[in-house]
């Protein structure tokens, strides 16, 4: 069975403090595509990062960035000086097999006060 | 604009009254999918569909039906909604399904209510 974990289910922040969002992941697939999307308080949900099995390279972009382990099955996400935009939930999901079906985790709501 | 669009926005209905959300990608994607969003549940798949004419059941497929007649739509029916249908409903597409599963993109979302 797969399945995504965000342990943190609300963290709180002051603005310009870094914080990272927890994901760890359960797949038996060798092949698997993990991302994250964002949910502002608007109620949208926005497309962040796709990282596949094969790619253990960090990534970053502008303030974000992804720490990909396949040792702790574990994909992280950091925002380094954190601004009050970037209050949201935050959801880990996981594609593994054939069908393409995104697992969700529940998500890990930031809030970011000035 | 690459979009995908959902109506209604929000509903608010009575038990067992026939509903649709209508769903449409304008992007070409051959991969649909539903969602419904629950509080401290997160996100789970209603049904999805790999291509015109394909569908199949996702996490929580009990008491919805779906139909893919054309590439672009694929809306959602509750043949006779209930009050545990009461949720956030969100329809996605991407490129594909399954092999190299591109980045699902997701439509505004409907709010539902069932009294």
């Known amino acids: 069975a797969q399945k995504v974990t965000q342990a943190q289910t609300e963290i709180s922040v002051v603005e310009k403090e870094d914080v990272t969002l927890d994901c760890v992941y359960e797949?038996?697939?060798?092949?698997?595509?993990l991302f994250w999307y964002k949910q502002p308080p608007s109620g949208e949900l926005v497309f962040l990062i796709r990282?596949?099995?094969?790619?253990?390279q960090n990534e970053i972009s502008g303030r974000y960035s992804w720490n990909f382990q396949k040792s702790t099955s574990s994909f992280n996400f950091t925002i380094t000086a954190s601004q009050v935009v970037d209050s949201a939930v935050y959801f880990c999901?996981?594609?593994?097999?054939?069908?393409?079906?995104?697992?969700f985790g529940k998500g890990t709501k930031l809030s970011v006060k000035p | 604009e690459a979009q995908v669009t959902q109506n209604p926005r929000y509903l608010i209905t009575v038990t067992g009254k026939k509903l649709t959300v209508t769903c449409s990608q304008n992007?070409?994607?051959?991969?649909m999918s539903w969602y419904r969003q629950d509080p401290g549940l997160g996100l789970r798949q209603i049904y999805y569909?790999?291509?015109?004419?394909?569908?199949d059941k996702g996490d929580v497929p009990e008491g919805y039906k779906v139909s893919r007649k054309e590439k672009r739509n694929f809306p959602l029916i509750l043949e006779s909604p209930s009050p545990n249908q009461t949720s956030l409903y969100f329809c996605?597409?991407?490129?594909?399904?399954?092999?190299?599963?591109?980045?699902?993109?997701f439509g505004p979302g409907t709010r539902l209510t069932v009294t």
């Open positions: 797949t038996r697939d060798t092949t698997y595509y």
């Open positions: 999901a996981l594609v593994g097999g054939s069908q393409g079906n995104l697992i």
């Open positions: 990282r596949n099995s094969f790619d253990e």
């Open positions: 996605a597409s991407s490129l594909s399904g399954g092999g190299l599963a591109y980045e699902q993109y």
């Open positions: 992007m070409n994607h051959e991969y």
């Open positions: 569909s790999m291509n015109v004419e394909v569908t």
